[in-house]
């Protein structure tokens, strides 16, 4: 029975088991007691059947295998143009708004309600519109004569980012939208949303409705514009007080240089000085700086020219002079920078080059660029290792939203902000200052996020396919990126580097202002100094004559000296003829004394007598040891040798020490013996 083969309708053949090895069946529809053949499953296990020959139970549709949920809840991120916001009151009063405009941008409707959840219990309301609002609106509307209802309605809800997938310590942590869909708080989320692999991990996706990629963005900056004239880089208002504090400061020196009498005290002959206590200044030869000559110095500073007339010899003049070159330094610098920048002609514009730019590799100090937090860009760069660099860079530099990097851009506190290539062209047809460099790199798409195995994912990815053959998908991309009105740029005005004025070089007038008043000041020192000199110079004239007439008197061929007393003489040039008198017919004078007047003018150890200059009579001094320059050096020099116990010793040995000589009639000092340098004479 086992290997017997039957034929009829369909053969039939059993195994060694007695199972039966080929099956056919015929599949039937039954209807009203009638039944008719709709399919058939041969031996294979393939079954064919025609569906629209079955008639199903109530004459209706195919019943569906699941029941598909009808209303959805949809979670956006505000993203100009997928996504655009209004604050409102009341929820009606979106459905009475056309265009309104949004940032500079007239945004036409249809506008949906739409909330942003602040807590558990407070909600703000806006209404919503743009591509993404668009795109759900007619994904929400069934196919038009088809088998199965997609219809569904919607709600629409705001959060913060798009979201990503964290790997932390404990797993993987969840952020934004694509935590709202994992945690059953969001049916279907909208807007540029990135398909990538971290994220299809967790939700699942429809297929892409847009392509897109990744792109740099920057503000534009104007080229320099070309000069007009050499007086360009400087405003009038510096102009006219550059030339007058030339005046000015001409004028100052020639004052402070006329009235500061250092230069003559420095040139005084004492031969000519006159013991009259009027003559206050002592007359020298005319050299001092003439006006002309004080203006060709400030000219020829200013101009660095070199300075080959005289210059001013007054310390306050000079003073002033060197404050009047770090200003003339400090213009002629700033003159010249400007004027570099002025003679710039069609500087090129230097944008990014891409990813491979130097300046994103190895940033300066004053370049910063970044991205979004938590989103496919920001992923992107920390996935890959070869952009690690670029990573770490822009990490202090990242926002958490697209628009807070524009505003940034717009600032000048970010460089550069790289972000989707949709969203950054844009901004830039929006914006003539805005400009994108690069190439795009990083291609991917946008698709509509789904909870982890939703039933709605085939039929939302169904009507995105069938909105794309219908040409519905690019009529509304156009209507939302394409045709959205830019701004004619054309050429931009080239703005000319800034003109320095009187407000950018005040402090350097100030520091010349500050040079005459410390000149001034200087100029008052000197002429009390002038003064006080002066009067020690008449002193020390004075002293040397007196010194001489010493020397005349005391080596007098026709004096003689008594050693053991001394005489009082009350006005020498009147009596000199009756002391020798006297001493004549004394008798001790009548024996002539063969010695000479010998003094010792080294003022050593010995008294010496000789002439007192203060109470004028010849004395024989007293000598007194002191401790001078010598014994101080031997004492450091004895400490430096750590000799500690030395190191008194030059303070008591007579070998160490000078030796002071004073009148013992009225205790002036006389002279000094001076142990390792000259000695010294007091008049």
Known sequence: MTSTTFYGDSKIQ??????????AYDIVNINNQTTHTVGYLDSSGKIEINEKDIVWAGEGHKPLEITLPRHLRAVAVVDPPFVYSVPIFDAD?????????????????????????????????????????????????????GEIDTSFTFDIHLNECYGSVILTDDGYKLSGMIEELDSDTADLAIGALTINPDREQHIDFSEPWHYHGIQILEKWKPRSSAI??????????????????????????????????????????????????????????????????????VWGVLLNSGVCE????????????????GFCMIIVASYTANLAAFLVLDQPDQGLSGLSDSRLKNPTANFT???VLDTNTHQYFKRHVELSTLYRNMEPYNVKSAQAAIDALMNETLDAFIWDSTRLEFEASMNCHLRTRGPVFGRSSYGIGLKKNSPWTPH?????????????????????????????????????????GLSNMRDVFI?????????????????????????????????????????????????????????????????????????????????????????????????????????????????????????????????????????????????????????????????????????????
Not at 97 to 118: E, F, H, T
Not at 119 to 136: I, M, R, W
Not at 246 to 269: H, Q
Not at 612 to 638: E, K, L, M, P
């Open 460 to 500: 939302i990815t169904n009507a995105i396919l069938r909105l794309s053959e219908s040409g519905k998908m690019e009529t509304m991309t156009q209507k939302w990126i394409h045709s959205r009105q830019s701004r004619d740029c054309g050429e931009m005005p080239q703005k000319p580097p800034v003109r320095l």
């Open 369 to 371: 660029y970044g991205t």
């Open 511 to 683: 520091l010349v202002a500050g040079g005459i008043g410390v000149g001034i000041l200087l100029n008052i020192i000197e002429i009390s100094l002038g003064k006080r000199r002066i009067k020690l110079r008449k002193r020390y004239e004075i002293a040397h004559r007196y010194g001489m007439k010493w020397k005349e008197i005391t080596f007098s061929d026709g004096l003689k000296v008594r050693t053991c007393t001394s005489t009082a003489v009350t006005n020498w040039r009147s009596s000199q003829n009756g002391r020798y008198q006297r001493i004549k017919n004394d008798d001790v004078g009548k024996q002539r004394m063969n010695v000479m007047a010998k003094v010792n003018l080294n003022f050593d150890e010995k008294p010496v007598t000789l002439f007192c200059s203060r109470c004028r009579n010849y004395v024989t001094t007293r000598v007194r040891r002191v401790s001078g320059f010598y014994s101080y050096c031997w004492i450091a020099i004895f400490i430096a040798l750590f000799l500690w116990p030395c190191a008194l010793l030059p303070c008591f040995l007579a070998c160490f020490a000078d030796t002071l000589h004073y009148c013992p009639e009225c205790s002036h000092r006389i002279g000094r013996y001076r142990r390792g340098r000259k000695p010294q004479f007091f008049v």
């Open 310 to 325: 005289k210059t001013p010899r007054g310390c306050s003049a000079r003073v002033l002079g060197i404050v009047w070159c």
């Open 93 to 145: 009063q979106c459905r009475n708004l056309r265009s309104v405009v949004v940032n500079s941008i007239d945004v036409d409707g249809p506008w949906y309600a739409c909330q942003k959840r602040l807590d558990n219990t407070t909600n703000e309301q806006y209404c919503c519109s743009g591509l993404s609002v668009d795109l759900l609106s007619n994904l929400s509307v069934p196919e038009q004569g």
């Open 228 to 297: 007009e004239s050499f007086l360009q880089p400087l405003k009038l208002s510096l102009w006219t007080t550059l030339f007058i504090s030339v005046l000015l400061i001409g004028c100052a020196i020639f004052i402070l240089d006329t009235y500061s009498p250092l230069n003559r005290f420095n040139e005084t002959n004492l031969s000519d000085v006159a013991f009259d206590p009027r003559d206050t200044f002592i007359s020298t030869s005319d050299e001092k700086l003439s006006f002309g000559e004080a203006m060709w110095f």
């Open 14 to 23: 059993f195994n060694e088991k007695g199972d039966r090895v080929h099956v």
